[in-house]
């Protein structure tokens, strides 16, 4: 099982920028990969961004692709994402998750562990 806590949210205004981590713990990474997912009120679950530990390749959603960068400190066990030119729209619950490397991104039912979630609200 994999312990995934998050930080870094909170309130700014559009065009501004914040970076959310997640520290994994509890076992090896080596074949999984680490996705962020938000969900804003009233609407489903969304994959954002995703990192693969193995390879550090990256992956986006076409809704953040420019805006966000993933990365992961393997040292650390994190990974974080950097949010620039945030909107309003982007305003939700940020979650970090891991999947077996393998899984669709965007397969949601495929993250085995998720952490608790982070706020992030951007005003207009």
């Known amino acids: 099982q994999v312990q995934l806590v998050e930080s870094g949210g909170g309130l700014v205004q559009a065009g501004g920028s914040l970076r959310l981590s997640c520290t994994a713990s509890g076992r090896t990474f080596s074949n999984y990969g680490m996705g962020w997912v938000r969900q804003a009120p009233g609407k489903e679950r969304e994959f954002v961004a995703g990192?693969?530990?193995?390879?550090?390749?990256?992956y986006y959603a076409d809704s953040v692709k420019g805006r966000f960068t993933i990365s992961g400190d393997n040292a650390r066990n994190t990974v974080y994402l950097q949010m620039n030119s945030l909107r309003p729209e982007d305003t939700a619950v940020y979650y970090c998750?891991?999947?077996?490397?393998?899984?669709?991104?965007?397969?949601?039912?495929?993250?085995?562990?998720w952490g608790q979630g982070t706020q992030v609200t951007v005003s207009s």
């Open positions: 990192y693969t530990w193995s390879t550090s390749s990256t």
């Open positions: 998750a891991a999947r077996v490397a393998g899984i669709s991104w965007h397969n949601l039912d495929g993250y085995d562990s």
